[in-house]
């Protein structure tokens, strides 16, 4: 590192690549051994939720689309992440994606619909979850609930979700 250069200032530049690839490999490792409803690895849904924006246009979608549920559903924090390298604006994108206690569901999507980043990838994650060949490996009673979930989540957020692909 150059003289002067501290270390927060080498965090926030911003490298497309290295996020892409830091943002992969962290989901990998965060999601190690979990599984979905359906008994799938549960890294797959985030892979196919990245795989919805080019990581070369879109680097901060597609890296968000990775790390969208590390947070929420597994040990690691927004610090951890911070600390594994992740970029300030892809940790802003993954704290809005992320539920927490204090925050009502109705406040938590009021806050991802008045981000167009996030909005879209909350957008990629209920088409993922709505994804009928996934909810056809689900039991029926699951399927419903998931169904009427993301229902009210895509009219929180003013999406239209038909053919959920």
């Given at each position: 590192?150059?003289?002067?250069?501290?270390?927060?200032?080498?965090?926030?530049?911003?490298?497309a690549?290295?996020?892409?690839?830091?943002?992969?490999?962290?989901a990998?490792i965060?999601?190690?051994g979990?599984?979905?409803?359906?008994g799938?690895?549960?890294?797959?849904?985030?892979?196919?939720v990245?795989a919805?924006?080019?990581?070369?246009?879109?680097?901060?979608?597609?890296?968000?689309?990775?790390?969208h549920?590390?947070?929420?559903?597994?040990?690691?924090t927004?610090?951890d992440?911070?600390?594994a390298g992740?970029?300030?604006?892809?940790?802003a994108?993954?704290?809005?994606l992320?539920?927490?206690?204090?925050i009502?569901?109705?406040?938590?999507?009021a806050?991802?619909?008045?981000?167009?980043r996030?909005?879209?990838?909350?957008a990629?994650?209920?088409?993922d979850?709505l994804?009928?060949?996934?909810?056809q490996?689900?039991?029926?009673?699951?399927r419903?609930?998931?169904r009427?979930?993301?229902?009210?989540?895509?009219e929180?957020?003013?999406?239209?979700?038909?053919?959920?692909k």
């Open positions: 590192m150059p003289t002067g250069t501290s270390v927060s200032a080498k965090k926030n530049e911003w490298d690549s290295i996020q892409v690839a830091l943002a992969r490999t962290v990998v965060a999601h190690r979990q599984t979905d409803k359906a799938a690895p549960y890294v797959a849904h985030a892979a196919r990245a919805r924006f080019d990581p070369t246009t879109r680097p901060l979608e597609h890296c968000a689309g990775w790390l549920d590390v947070v929420e559903d597994s040990p690691m927004i610090d992440l911070w600390a992740i970029h300030p604006k892809v940790l994108l993954v704290a809005l992320t539920r927490r206690a204090e009502s569901t109705d406040e938590y999507y806050r991802i619909a008045g981000d167009p996030a909005r879209v990838v909350k990629a994650d209920i088409r979850n994804d009928p060949t996934r909810l490996k689900l039991h029926p009673g699951v419903a609930r998931l009427n979930k993301y229902a009210r989540a895509s929180a957020l003013g999406l239209t979700m038909t053919g959920a």
